[in-house]
């Protein structure tokens, strides 16, 4: 027998530097304190080094840069978001990991309460620009991410 899809369905909302990243909240692991990352020489922009979780070493990843934009320094409120991998990519790469701009706020959504922004365009590292509740957010392209964080995993 078919279970009922849910009705409202838990996300976070991620502030980054320019936007807010919308991400179902089980595919968001833990969100964590900033750590400097261990960097590597003669690495592209959008990785930035690899931290330490749960005893993993996973790759860091700049959204900003990963989609084009110019990242800023890190911030004073910053975090480490902790995701999911959900791609051919996994295993080896359990889990990959970006920087935010301060902490996630949890909401509940509706399909009814989410519609794809209008004459938007999208980065790389977008999936879909929509507005939740009257406020803009991103979808991430997580796959994307992932072949970045693989990518990281073997050349650096």
């Known amino acids: 027998m078919e279970q009922p899809l849910p009705n409202r369905i838990s996300c976070l909302l991620i502030p980054m530097q320019e936007c807010n990243l919308l991400l179902p ?3 968001v692991a833990e969100i964590v304190d900033y750590q400097v990352p261990e960097k590597s020489p003669h690495t592209p922009d ?3 080094g690899f931290v330490r979780w749960r005893g993993l070493k996973l790759p860091l990843i700049s959204y900003e840069n990963a989609n084009g934009q110019e990242s800023l320094d890190v911030a004073a409120n910053a975090r480490i978001a902790v995701t999911n ?3 051919e990519h996994q295993p080896p790469l359990s889990f990959m990991a970006f920087v935010t701009r301060g ?3 949890l909401m509940k959504i509706t ?3 989410i519609a794809q922004a209008e004459n938007q365009s999208n980065g790389d590292a977008d999936k879909m620009i929509v507005k939740v509740s009257g406020e803009e957010a991103t979808i991430p392209e997580l796959i994307h991410l992932e072949k970045l964080a693989t990518q990281a995993l073997a050349e650096f």
């Open 25 to 27: 909240n089980t595919s």
């Open 46 to 48: 959008w990785f930035l």
């Open 85 to 87: 991998t959900i791609g």
């Open 103 to 105: 902490i996630p706020r």
């Open 111 to 113: 399909k009814e309460e």
